[in-house]
């Protein structure tokens, strides 16, 4: 089955950018989504993007929009998130998803591939 690994997390400070990397291993893929979500300690998972096999679709959570952007290089096996304007509120655990689908989700139960996940903080 694929293996996920996310890497890029850190502490920042606000107002400040990360790119987070996501590395699928373990499979031959054909064509799949992936999505990027976070979660908080003591709060549900929450959908952060998603994109399509192509990079031609995208979604964005409300909260992210204009400050995420979320890509991917499939000759890679790779998934980027790029944040830029960080907020204390973004502050969470980041993790990666990947499902065997042309087209992305924002629903977390769809995916069926994940990574352990990468700190963000960011500092106010």
């Known amino acids: 089955q694929a293996q996920l690994v996310e890497s890029g997390g850190g502490l920042v400070q606000a107002g400040g950018s990360l790119r987070l990397s996501c590395v699928v291993s373990?499979?031959?893929?054909?064509?799949?989504?992936m999505g990027w979500f976070r979660q908080a300690p003591g709060k549900e998972r929450k959908f952060v993007a998603a994109?399509?096999?192509?990079?031609?679709?995208?979604y964005y959570a409300d909260s992210v929009k204009g400050r995420f952007t979320i890509s991917r290089d499939n000759a890679k096996n790779t998934a980027y998130l790029q944040m830029n304007s960080l907020k204390p509120e973004d502050t969470a655990v980041y993790y990666c998803?990947?499902?065997?689908?042309?087209?992305?989700?924002?629903?977390?139960?769809?995916?069926?591939?994940w990574g352990p996940g990468t700190q963000v903080t960011v500092s106010s």
């Open positions: 994109i399509s096999w192509s990079g031609e679709t995208t």
């Open positions: 373990g499979r031959t893929f054909s064509r799949y989504s």
């Open positions: 998803a990947c499902d065997n689908s042309l087209i992305p989700s924002k629903l977390g139960s769809r995916y069926d591939y």
